[in-house]
């Protein structure tokens, strides 16, 4: 790695620390990764925990999901993140959490509705809390191939969708940098726990 890549993993691991603090990344759920340029990423490698992650748990692969360095096995969901480096030269970074609340919501609804929420103003195209975003849900595939081919045609259609869920498996949001990546993350993930509260209240 180069030094540029070393700053990326140093922001990555800082996001993994942060996060498995919140409990939105156990064990080795999840992977992060950032834009190196307009072929490759730094990404983590697969069955890495996330919050005690160094810099010997990256790997760079190229955005059809190859490894390009070192002897790490990428992880099975690097398509994912291929798919939104490829669909947006404006994604820079990209972070996917297993939270509980992502995880229960997710399982349950095809879609999640966020409105009225102070912190949609962390998400794209948004300045005020006065309005609403759906967060789509797509069911769980093994492959992997063709979930990020129908993340990239939802993406494609509907270009303003700020993050997605796989159904009982997690959050993927994203940003020009790491840092907004994680904010955009940690606005998602309390809107999430905000709403799994209030609709456990209803029920």
């Known amino acids: 790695m180069n030094d540029d890549d070393v700053q990326r993993a140093q922001q990555l691991i800082q996001a993994?620390?942060?996060?498995?603090?919140?409990?939105?990344v156990p064990a080795t759920g999840g992977n992060f990764s950032a834009r190196r340029d307009a072929q490759t990423q730094l990404i983590t490698a697969s069955g890495c925990h996330k919050g005690e992650l160094t810099a010997d748990d990256f790997?760079?692969?190229?955005f059809n999901g190859q490894p390009l360095n070192g002897a790490r096995k990428a992880s099975y969901e690097t398509l994912l993140h291929c798919q939104l480096y490829r669909w947006s030269d404006e994604v820079g970074a990209v972070l996917h959490t297993h939270s509980i609340a992502n995880t229960v919501l997710s399982?349950?609804?095809e879609g999640i509705r966020?409105?009225?929420?102070?912190?949609?103003?962390?998400?794209?195209?948004?300045?005020?809390?006065?309005?609403?975003?759906?967060?789509?849900?797509?069911e769980n595939d093994q492959n992997i191939a063709r979930l990020a081919q129908t993340v990239d045609e939802h993406l494609r259609a509907f270009p303003e969708t700020p993050a997605y869920l796989i159904a009982?498996?997690?959050?993927?949001?994203?940003?020009?940098?790491v840092a907004q990546a994680r904010w955009r993350?940690?606005?998602?993930e309390?809107?999430?726990?905000?709403?799994?509260?209030?609709?456990?209240?209803?029920e």
């Open 185 to 188: 993350v940690e606005a998602l």
């Open 114 to 138: 966020l409105a009225g929420y102070e912190l949609l103003k962390l998400l794209p195209g948004i300045n005020t809390h006065d309005t609403a975003v759906s967060i789509p849900v797509f």
């Open 190 to 202: 309390f809107m999430f726990e905000c709403e799994l509260s209030a609709r456990m209240l209803k």
């Open 168 to 177: 009982g498996h997690g959050l993927y949001a994203w940003g020009q940098t």
């Open 16 to 24: 993994g620390q942060l996060f498995h603090q919140r409990g939105w």
């Open 107 to 109: 399982r349950r609804y």
């Open 59 to 62: 790997l760079i692969a190229d």
